[in-house]
Every structure is written in structure tokens, then in C-alpha cells.
């Protein structure tokens, strides 16, 4: 049992470059980059960061676009969800309409996985992780460096949630209403709020999640970015709370968001 069924544990930028992915959000968020060896993937690159105290973090991971996936899928994020089965929750998701995209197996050493797809097509891993009783208490999920945000551009907002909320039991914290954009929909984890969902618009080609990474000011991040080559696509703009967000796209191609609590 994970303990942490619907809980965002990691997120992973599969790319084309790794040593320019390292390097790009090594400037822009101030992360580390740590090189161990996987099994049948070979090197795989985790983003670490230290909390206030010191303590040393793994934030998320990186690794090359594997050969049978080159051509397929452009540089991306994912992220992992931790379920309490992960074979259990594979079967849930196709009766309820979701896909199967890589069926369950095992990573040695940390946990069993699989990559679903929402029956729009949005795509997001599941991971039922080994224990690690020696492991430090996460840090929060507004600390830098910590991926603080999670947000679906849905096909269709209520078939979406429905989808996600039996799945991983999210709640729904608030509905907000954004005009011609149609609802924007804050979920929660046990009664937190973590994310969020709307409709996708018209100029999205497909339903997908976007994961926003904690930095310190968003308008010296958006000179890292632009500096190390990344493009600003939406942005800088103020969240209800007070915080500031931008998306952009990295050097390889790879759509992400920041958020911040200052301009």
C-alpha cells in the first residue's frame, strides 16, 4: 500500500537532449542533476533540490525519449500519481473509459508503474513506490524548487473530473468561472487543493497536463528562461492568491509552467 493513493510523487521530462534539459532547468528552477543507472533505459537523470534545511530532495526526473516512442511524442512532462495498486487501478481506469498506454511492471528497487490515458487522451503515470523508511519527510508543495501545481486542458471538464475523481478520490475544492473560457475547476487532495481542470481551448490540438514548477520571482525566472534559450508562451499573469505564472517551452521543445509568489 502507498499510503499516498492520488498524491502527485514526481514528475519526469522525457526529451532529446538530456545534458541541455539538465542545464536549462538546472538555471532556470535550481535544480541539481544526479545520473544513476535503470534498468532497459540505461542512464536516468533525477532533479534534485535542497529544502531549508538542507536536506537533499529528488524533485523529478529526465530521461531521453526511448526509440519506440522517437517520432511519436515530442519532449514532454508527466506526472506520477501514487495508487495504492497499481494493477488494480489500471483495470479501474479502463472501465471507465480510460487506455492502457504502457501496461504495469516493475521498476527494481522503487515500485511497480503504468501510463494511462483519461478517455480524452490526456496521459499521466501511476506508481505504487517500494517503501523507503529511511526517506525524509517531503517537503511542502509550495517550497522552490518543488513542483507546486498540476493542471489539466481537459476534452471535456465533467467527464474529466468524474474520470479522475473515482480514480484517484480528488474533490472538488472550488469552481471558478472564467467567462468564454468556460469553468475552472480547483481539485483536492485529501481536502487540499493541488490542481486544476477546464476545458481545453480550441487552439489546444489535445487534452493534456501541465505541471508548474515553484520559483522564487517570476520575472527573474523569465530572464533565465529567455536567456538559456526557452521561449515565454502565456504570461507573466496573477492567480487568484497572489501569485504570478507563466508557460513557455524549453530549448527542446517541452511545454511547462512556472508559478511564483512574486512578480
Not at 128 to 144: C, G, H, I, K, Q
Not at 211 to 236: M, S
Amino acid at each position: 500500500m502507498s499510503g499516498y493513493h492520488g498524491k502527485l510523487i514526481w514528475a519526469e521530462l522525457m526529451t532529446t537532449d538530456t545534458a541541455a534539459g539538465g542545464a536549462f532547468y538546472g538555471d532556470v528552477v535550481g535544480w541539481r542533476v544526479r545520473d544513476m543507472s535503470m534498468p532497459d533505459i540505461g542512464t536516468y537523470h533525477v532533479f534534485e533540490m535542497d529544502d531549508e534545511g538542507g536536506v537533499c530532495h529528488g524533485v523529478g526526473g529526465m530521461m531521453t525519449i526511448p526509440p519506440e516512442l522517437d517520432g511519436k511524442v515530442p519532449p514532454n512532462w508527466t506526472g506520477y500519481i501514487a495508487v495504492d495498486d497499481v494493477d488494480r487501478s489500471v483495470a479501474d481506469a479502463v472501465a471507465l473509459g480510460g487506455s492502457v498506454r504502457r501496461p504495469a511492471e516493475d521498476i527494481p528497487s522503487i515500485g511497480r508503474f503504468a501510463v494511462i490515458a483519461d478517455p480524452h487522451g490526456g496521459v499521466v503515470c501511476i506508481m505504487t513506490p517500494l517503501p523507503m523508511p529511511d526517506a525524509p519527510p517531503p517537503p511542502s508543495m509550495v517550497a522552490r524548487g518543488q513542483v507546486g501545481w498540476q493542471e489539466l486542458y481537459a476534452g471535456d471538464l465533467e467527464e474529466a473530473f468524474a474520470f479522475y475523481s473515482k480514480l484517484f478520490g480528488w474533490t472538488v475544492n472550488q469552481d471558478m468561472d472564467m467567462g468564454e473560457m468556460g469553468v475552472y475547476r480547483i481539485f483536492a487532495y485529501k481536502g487540499e487543493p493541488v490542481g486544476g481542470m477546464m476545458k481545453r481551448p480550441a487552439t489546444m490540438p489535445m487534452a493534456f497536463w501541465c505541471y508548474y514548477l515553484n520559483v522564487e520571482a517570476i520575472d527573474a525566472a523569465i530572464a533565465r528562461v529567455t536567456g538559456k534559450g526557452g521561449k515565454i508562451v502565456f504570461g507573466p499573469q496573477e492567480v487568484p492568491g497572489g501569485s504570478w505564472i507563466v508557460q513557455g517551452v524549453d530549448p527542446q521543445g517541452a511545454f511547462f509552467a512556472l508559478v511564483a509568489p512574486k512578480r
